[in-house]
């Protein structure tokens, strides 16, 4: 009998790694806001700036940022094609890396601690998208949170 219980333990456990390693990456705290707070607390640094590109490091062209609940057919239909992803979860963020016209990376993000100040909102309940030309970013301290400006006025448009 308990053996059988532990065959259908393994059976769920390698089931759900399944599942979850079919999935994106999960950020807790999310690597911007390590950065963030390192730049924040550091007395060596004059200015608050944070490049996307330095924190973020690997070869990408845009960053969309979906909002928690978005659907899989509304991110296909806002990056223009297929995200092979799940609905954004509760509380959660999906940041979805594009280069060359392919996703190059998916992570869902516990975004407290910052928010961005982005003119450019696709859709301002679902999505942002961060052109890489236009990854600099001040950062404002506001006590209960980092609000992130960006220094130049590049349009963050696909192009």
Wanted: charged residues 30%; contains cysteine.
């Amino acid at each position: 009998m308990e053996d059988q219980r532990t065959k259908r333990m393994n059976k769920l456990a390698l089931i759900i790694i399944i599942l979850f390693s079919n999935c994106q990456n999960y950020e807790s705290p999310s690597r911007l806001l390590i950065a963030i707070e390192q730049i924040s607390f550091s007395k060596h640094i004059e200015k608050n700036e944070i490049n996307l590109k330095d924190v973020y490091n690997f070869e990408w062209e845009l960053l969309y940022i979906f909002k928690e609940h978005v659907e899989p057919k509304d991110i296909s239909e806002i990056i223009g094609f297929d995200c092979e992803c799940e609905i954004v979860p509760d509380g959660l963020e999906m940041y979805i890396f594009i280069y060359n016209g392919s996703i190059v990376e998916k992570n869902i993000v516990e975004t407290t601690g910052y928010d961005f100040n982005i003119q450019n909102y696709l859709d301002l309940d679902k999505s942002i998208v961060i052109n890489s030309k236009n990854s600099k970013f001040i950062i404002l301290d506001k006590k209960s949170y980092y609000l992130l400006e960006p220094i130049n006025n590049i349009d963050n448009s696909k192009e």
